[in-house]
């Protein structure tokens, strides 16, 4: 039996993100993925609490520029976005070091809502092979959390869910709110508006 058309299997694709759970999913072009070096940057300066101790996250993935290249391969991506139970209002004040980071996560129960992203970003990457998009490959949003804590640095220690874990479009140079700003999904990353995590999955 053939494939349906394209634009059949993207709607399906956009039923299955908002059935599976997704606050906010819609098809966009490639294009429209802003990649800004910049974004990398501020994984390292000020250094955040995961440079280095996740096998996904820098220094530990492609660089920005393989990443841009790559992405101009494909021409149509999922966008799908994740509201937590609470607001962002906390992260504008304190500095960004691990001790805040920990008190941040701790009380807002973000990892939850983002190992809950996580696991609908494999579910569609998935879906969307099975739909024909053979080339399909999904990025999360912040440090991979499968895991309580990722195997040692350096240590040789292959990563424990492969087939799972996945990088953050922020490890990838994304920059995530000019992305969603310029296909009508704006973050609010200091408001008291509610936090929504943000993932995709490229297509083709």
Same mark, same amino acid.
């Given at each position: 039996?053939?494939?349906?058309?394209?634009?059949?299997?993207?709607?399906?694709?956009?039923?299955?993100?908002?059935?599976?759970?997704?606050?906010?999913?819609?098809?966009?072009?490639?294009?429209?993925?802003?990649?800004?070096?910049?974004?990398?940057?501020?994984?390292?300066?000020?250094?955040?609490?995961?440079?280095?101790?996740?096998?996904?996250?820098?220094?530990?993935?492609?660089?920005?520029?393989?990443?841009?290249?790559?992405?101009?391969?494909?021409?149509?991506?999922?966008?799908?976005?994740?509201?937590?139970?609470?607001?962002?209002?906390?992260?504008?004040?304190?500095?960004?070091?691990?001790?805040?980071?920990?008190?941040?996560?701790?009380?807002?129960?973000?990892?939850?809502?983002?190992?809950?992203?996580?696991?609908?970003?494999?579910?569609?990457?998935?879906?969307?092979?099975?739909?024909?998009?053979? +080339?399909?490959?999904? +990025?999360?949003?912040?440090?991979?959390? +499968?895991?309580?804590?990722?195997?040692p640095p350096h240590s040789?220690?292959?990563?424990?869910?492969?087939?799972?874990?996945?990088?953050?479009?922020?490890?990838?140079?994304?920059?995530?709110?000019r992305t969603c700003d310029?296909?009508?999904?704006?973050?609010?990353?200091?408001?008291?508006?509610?936090?929504?995590?943000?993932?995709?999955?490229?297509?083709?």
């Amino acid at each position: 039996m053939p494939l349906a058309t394209e634009d059949a299997r993207l709607d399906r694709l956009v039923k299955a993100a908002l059935d599976l759970g997704a606050d906010e999913a819609k098809v966009i072009d490639a294009r429209e993925i802003v990649v800004d070096k910049r974004v990398r940057l501020k994984c390292s300066v000020p250094v955040c609490a995961s440079y280095g101790r996740h096998l996904m996250c820098p220094p530990n993935v492609m660089s920005v520029d393989e990443f841009a290249s790559i992405k101009e391969l494909y021409e149509k991506a999922l966008i799908l976005q994740v509201e937590a139970d609470c607001d962002s209002a906390d992260k504008a004040e304190g500095g960004l070091n691990k001790e805040t980071c920990d008190a941040i996560e701790a009380s807002t129960d973000s990892g939850e809502w983002k190992v809950k992203l996580h696991r609908l970003v494999n579910r569609l990457e998935a879906t969307a092979f099975k739909e024909g998009f053979h +080339l399909a490959a999904g +990025l999360i949003g912040g440090e991979c959390s +499968l895991c309580d804590e990722c195997v040692p640095p350096h240590s040789g220690e292959p990563c424990r869910h492969p087939f799972e874990a996945r990088p953050s479009m922020e490890a990838m140079g994304i920059d995530v709110l000019r992305t969603c700003d310029s296909v009508g999904l704006p973050l609010f990353l200091s408001s008291e508006k509610k936090v929504r995590w943000t993932g995709l999955v490229l297509l083709h």
